[in-house]
Nanobody, 126 residues
Framework: QVQLVESGGGLVQAGGPLRLSCAAS????????MGWFRQALGKEREFVAA????????FYANSVKGRFTISRDNAKNTVYLQMNSLKPEDTAVYYC???????????????????WGQGTQVTVSS
């Protein structure tokens, strides 16, 4: 079992930065692909970013490309999402997820995740 706990959410003004963390416990996630997703009120959950086990591969949704950066520290069993130039439309609950069946990501970075965190709220004011 893998437990994932997100933190770092909050209220931020448009244009500002925020850094989310996802701490894993129960099992090391150092060999797993990890992802970030978000769900805005009244909308379906959507893919934000994914990273391979070593950090050598990173994938982003078009809506966040160039503004968000996913990274990981395997020694700390933690994945991060650095969010810059935030927009009101980035407001959502952000979730991290672990894919225990993949270390590398060759296709469909948005699919196949097995464990999910409880989420952290990000609110961007205009």
């Amino acid at each position: 079992q893998v437990q994932l706990v997100e933190s770092g959410g909050g209220l931020v003004q448009a244009g500002g930065p925020l850094r989310l963390s996802c701490a894993a416990s129960g099992r090391t996630v150092s060999r797993y692909a990890m992802g970030w997703f978000r769900q805005a009120l009244g909308k379906e959950r959507e893919f934000v970013a994914a990273i391979s086990w070593s950090g050598g591969q990173a994938f982003y949704a078009n809506s966040v490309k160039g503004r968000f950066t996913i990274s990981r520290d395997n020694a700390k069993n933690t994945v991060y999402l650095q969010m810059n130039s935030l927009k009101p439309e980035d407001t959502a609950v952000y979730y991290c997820a672990a894919d225990v069946d993949r270390s590398f990501i060759y296709s469909d970075p948005q699919d196949g995740y097995d464990y999910w965190g409880q989420g952290t709220q990000v609110t961007v004011s205009s």
